[in-house]
């Protein structure tokens, strides 16, 4: 049988029970859609946490105070400012280093109080974490030396206290003192390493010190790297110095920035595999559906199957002609998935860049003609091998039998 005879009659016998071809490409719609959105989704999702992580800067270098246990809180106090300056006097790989300490500060402005988040640092802050100032100016080396009762507010912090008017020069409350307003940061919309500045109150660390219960100690420590190149010497570097500064007291912990993009890309990833493979089974689920509909045509067109036996048709033409009908099937159900899943995962991420906004980076479905060409392929092999039971099945007619079946 030639080609262009099994497309045509196989057209035919589908159009003759069009109801339940359709509801057969519909499961192929749903399940080859739903392939091209996880896999376009997941790059997309891949592609910000990318964009999000490089924002800071591969060169980043986070060392954490790990200084939990008692045992070692007797030894050490964990991080202090003191290792902030041995740090700059030794390590010849850093850029620049900030200290960071967390303390929760509740705000009191114009008869409305709100908890925010306070991170005692210094000015250094400003250029690891890319902050932008939008009005005033970020903290000076003088404010630190001073203990100056100077604040910089994230940028939805205003908002959050429901304030309009322009709050640099006012004086806020916090924890109970007078806080002067010397700046406020323009709103980033993306975690700044290990801190969402938009939210957070940033003052000198000498006045958070005070602030605190335990004045010693810092939550954190920012490094940043001379280069991205050399991030993995610099944290030999740093791990070298620290376990010498604290006696051999392992009370801290580094990572650097590109580890938490591997991580956040291998989360993403099990993911979208997970999210694959329920696709799969979507498509194993229309393949079940368009064997029922390939045995429910056998059976009605048995006397049909003998008649062309009996005029010269071979059992290769008659599996042809079933074969034909199950790849009509995927192939219509696949191209309509791929326009399906296209049109969804630009309409998924136009939600998201509504909901969710980013002020640098728009949320994307990238399609690539690889993930085009595997949701295309899955089709195909769904229609082929679930079709071939049936055209076997067909193809093994006896044409006696079928000529005096009623």
């Not at 060169?59 to 991080?79: F, M, Q």
């Not at 998201?352 to 392929?377: D, G, K, M, T, Y």
Request: charged share 20%; hydrophobic share 45%; glycine share 10%.
């Amino acid at each position: 049988m030639r080609p262009l005879d099994g497309v045509r009659i196989g057209v035919r016998s589908l159009f003759s029970n069009w109801l339940r071809s359709l509801l057969s490409i519909l499961g192929v719609v749903i399940g080859v859609g739903t392939l091209v959105v996880m896999v376009s989704i997941g790059e997309g999702t891949k592609q910000q946490i990318v964009r999000s992580v490089e924002a800071m800067g591969s060169n980043l270098i986070v060392i954490e105070n790990r200084a939990g246990g008692s045992l070692i809180k007797r030894e050490t106090p964990g991080l202090a400012l003191r290792d902030v300056a041995l740090l700059k006097e030794h390590c010849h790989l850093a850029r620049a280093i900030a200290p960071l300490k967390m303390v929760p500060v509740k705000t009191f402005y114009g008869g409305r109080t709100s908890l925010f988040i306070g991170q005692g640092t210094t000015p250094e802050l400003l250029e690891i974490s890319k902050l932008t100032v939008a009005k005033g100016r970020f903290l000076s080396p003088r404010d630190v030396d001073e203990f100056a009762k100077v604040c910089v507010l994230g940028g939805e912090v205003p908002g959050r206290l429901g304030v309009r008017e322009d709050l640099v020069g006012k004086f806020l409350s916090l924890k109970g003192q007078a806080f002067r307003v010397i700046g406020i940061l323009k709103e980033k919309k993306t975690p700044a390493g290990i801190i969402n500045p938009d939210i957070c109150v940033f003052i000198p660390i000498s006045v958070s010190q005070e602030l605190s219960e335990e004045r010693a100690s810092l939550t954190n420590i920012l490094v940043q790297g001379i280069s991205s190149d050399l991030v993995r010497q610099t944290k030999r570097e740093l791990t070298r110095l620290l376990t010498f500064f604290h006696k051999a007291n392992v009370d801290f912990g580094l990572w650097a920035q590109d580890e938490l993009l591997e991580r956040q890309k291998k989360v993403t990833e099990t993911l979208q595999k997970a999210l694959g493979a329920i696709a799969l089974i979507a498509l194993v689920i229309a393949g079940i559906g368009i064997m029922n509909v390939l045995l429910a045509s056998v059976s009605e067109r048995i006397r049909e199957i003998g008649i062309r036996k009996a005029v010269g048709a071979s059992p290769l033409d008659i599996l042809s002609q079933f074969v034909w009908e199950s790849l009509l099937l995927t192939v219509t159900g696949g191209i309509i998935g791929i326009l399906v899943g296209v049109f969804a995962g630009n309409w998924i991420c136009g939600l998201l860049n509504i909901h969710l906004p980013q002020a640098e980076h728009r949320w994307e479905a990238p399609i690539s003609p690889e993930s085009i060409l595997v949701s295309f392929a899955f089709a195909l092999t769904t229609g082929l091998f679930f079709g071939l039971y049936p055209a076997i099945k067909a193809a093994r007619l006896d044409p006696c039998e079928a000529l005096a079946y009623e």
